[in-house]
């Protein structure tokens, strides 16, 4: 992310702001997905409604990793 663009929102007490989307690298441009199609320019803006489709939260799978943790797991 290089940057984002936000709104004011303005109230009695203090003065604070809403992202409203961003300015996304892709470290894979220029290349071509057969699944993700392609990849975006440098600096290319993004709202929030195509960020929310596009960047999910990562959750870990439960479960032991005894090869990445040592021997002790």
Sequence with gaps: MTGFKSTPIRSTTRLSSKVSGAYIVDPYYPRY???????????????????????????RPEGRYPAEMGSGC
Excluded: V
């Design 33 to 59: 997905s057969t699944r993700w199609g392609q990849t975006y320019k440098p600096d290319s803006y993004r709202d929030m409604k195509a960020m929310a489709k596009n960047f999910l939260p990562w959750k």
